[in-house]
């Protein structure tokens, strides 16, 4: 699955490269811990896998016993859920199949708009069991992968490491006494960058509509899509975020997406998140707080 050297792990999983490096030398039987785990995440929430739990929930309806750690994520998306009026939601996963991002990667979208059901009207969460009134696609991609990057981190902290980086292509966690200096990738060149972020025991995740994107040149489609209208977002091409907790950064990116001005001031009054994002037109929009410096 892997190769790594005395402190360096490289892998893929969940569809995506990793690595993770740490400044202690860890044994074979610990890194093993952490492919177990990460296993034990894709299990639960892969669409692509047909093992799943989640493909599971998606031949529902019923009542699905979830890992204790699901609660965090599930709490998470209802303050995502809410904070966009709808916009991000764990109940993408359809429209996402719909325009052809599914688990065969048929890349080619069906006729029509794909719809997304209200959060309420199809599911509940209570515990760590989740009651659904249908078959329903879970996709937890928003903030998911940072979840796992966050459980990753403190997986090593109890493993005694304390200065560590992973890095979930992209969403970064990074503990100890030095300071990162990150690029944030040019949303039109991967090749480029177009500012660099000061990383110092925090975490950072950045969202781009050129990652994960398919279609034609008559209607070119990418992951991120809103619920609203069945359409990829257009008006905005690349965000950032710091925050204290990489599932925080992941799904703030995404719902950067989505917020008007008047909102995007409670990523930093309710989170503790600092952003910076790119819009459709060029224009480079950042917090208050942001510490990262943007080229021009």
């Excluded at 008047?262 to 952003?275: I, K, N, V, Y």
């Amino acid at each position: 699955m892997h190769s790594h050297s005395r402190r360096r792990l490289e892998f893929e999983a969940i569809g995506t490269h990793w690595q993770i490096d740490t400044d202690l030398q860890l044994t074979t039987d610990q890194w093993s811990a952490i492919d177990q785990r990460i296993e034990e995440f894709d299990r639960t929430w892969s669409r692509f896998r047909s093992d799943s739990l989640v493909s599971k929930v998606a031949a529902g309806p019923g009542s699905f016993a979830f890992p204790p750690d699901a609660g965090p994520l599930f709490a998470f998306y209802r303050r995502l859920y809410e904070l966009t009026g709808g916009a991000v939601t764990p109940l993408i996963g359809g429209a996402l199949e719909h325009l052809g991002y599914d688990a065969e990667y048929r890349l080619s979208a069906l006729p029509g708009r794909p719809t997304t059901p209200d959060w309420d009207a199809v599911m509940t969460w209570d515990g760590n069991t989740l009651d659904t009134a249908g078959p329903v696609v879970l996709d937890v991609g928003a903030a998911g992968k940072g979840y796992l990057v966050d459980i990753i981190g403190e997986l090593l902290l109890s493993m005694g490491v304390t200065t560590y980086v992973v890095d979930g292509s992209g969403d970064l966690a990074h503990r100890g006494p030095d300071v990162l200096r990150v690029g944030m990738e040019h949303p039109a060149d991967p090749s480029k960058v177009i500012g660099v972020v000061p990383l110092g025991n925090a975490c950072l995740a950045a969202s781009a509509a050129n990652r994960r994107a398919w279609g034609s040149p008559d209607r070119a489609l990418h992951h991120i899509v809103d619920p609203a209208s069945g359409d990829p977002v257009g008006d905005v091409v690349a965000t950032w975020v710091v925050a204290h907790s990489a599932m925080v950064a992941d799904g703030l990116a995404t719902a950067l997406f989505f917020l008007e001005p008047a909102a995007r001031g409670t990523l930093e009054s309710d989170f503790g998140a600092r952003w910076a994002r790119v819009t459709s037109a060029g224009a480079a929009q950042w917090s208050p707080q942001f510490e990262g410096e943007l080229f021009r």
